[in-house]
């Protein structure tokens, strides 16, 4: 004969069973997609965060070679916004002649000083940078074509960390002019506030026969453009 259990004894045993489920140390694991190991699951967070890293620094390696439409602080300088990216500013507005020097790339001392009576053109350039390699020819045919009148080419090479990489860039370029070594930057920082803008490269100042900012363009220039800009200031008196 089957005995029956009683409803009580039935009742008691669920509550059993149930007590030594809920004493088990909880999965931590439920928290991970199913399926997925903990190892690689880890790794994926790592990947992503890694591919963040990253993009980060190529978005502040970029910035370093930039022709962007920024602003030209024109209020505390006296530029006149000009077409594009080249400004402009008048005689009577011209900040006092700045005082640059340093070695160029083969160690001799170099100053802007010595060139006090020519119109100079200093183009801050950078071996890393794929628009000054475009416009590199360009200013070394202006150059060979303006010196007989007084005018001066003189290159600011700029965040290079090895000088061979430089002399390199000179040499494959055929650049007969000379050029100040700034692996730094802190020559750039020698110019008055919002003269240059250290993140856009290439930049190319005209000097007047004083030594004085006339134009700046921030952006690679063709040598019709450059030849464009220099004229007026080369047709300066003094």
């Given at each position: 004969m089957r005995l029956r259990q009683s409803p009580r004894r039935s009742a008691e045993r669920s509550i059993s069973r149930s007590d030594r489920s809920s004493d088990r140390p909880s999965d931590?694991?439920?928290?991970?997609?199913s399926g997925r190991p903990a190892g690689r699951w880890s790794g994926r967070r790592s990947a992503r965060t890694l591919v963040a890293v990253l993009a980060a620094a190529s978005a502040l390696v970029l910035a370093g070679c930039s022709t962007s439409r920024g602003s030209s602080d024109s209020a505390n300088t006296n530029f006149i916004q000009g077409t594009g990216?080249?400004?402009?500013?008048?005689?009577?507005?011209?900040?006092?002649?700045?005082?640059?020097?340093?070695?160029?790339?083969d160690g001799k001392q170099l100053s802007l000083a010595d060139y006090k009576g020519k119109v100079v053109v200093l183009n801050v350039w950078g071996s890393w940078c794929a628009p000054c390699r475009a416009e590199a020819a360009d200013f070394e045919s202006v150059f060979k074509?303006?010196?007989?009148?007084?005018?001066?080419?003189?290159?600011?090479d700029s965040r290079d960390l090895q000088i061979t990489q430089a002399q390199y860039f000179v040499r494959d370029h055929k650049l007969t002019y000379p050029?100040?070594?700034?692996?730094?930057?802190?020559?750039?920082?020698?110019?008055?506030?919002?003269?240059?803008?250290?993140?856009?490269?290439?930049?190319?100042?005209?000097?007047?026969?004083?030594?004085?900012?006339?134009?700046?363009?921030?952006?690679a220039?063709?040598?019709?453009?450059?030849?464009?800009?220099?004229?007026?200031?080369l047709a300066e008196k003094s």
């Open positions: 931590h694991r439920s928290n991970r997609p990216l080249i400004s402009t500013v008048p005689a009577k507005d011209r900040k006092p002649a700045v005082d640059l020097s340093g070695k160029d790339l074509a303006t010196q007989a009148k007084g005018v001066q080419f003189v290159g600011l050029s100040l070594y700034d692996s730094s930057g802190e020559l750039l920082l020698k110019f008055p506030a919002g003269t240059l803008n250290p993140q856009s490269i290439p930049t190319t100042l005209i000097l007047d026969r004083q030594g004085r900012v006339a134009v700046r363009a921030l952006t220039l063709t040598g019709d453009q450059l030849t464009k800009i220099l004229a007026p200031v």
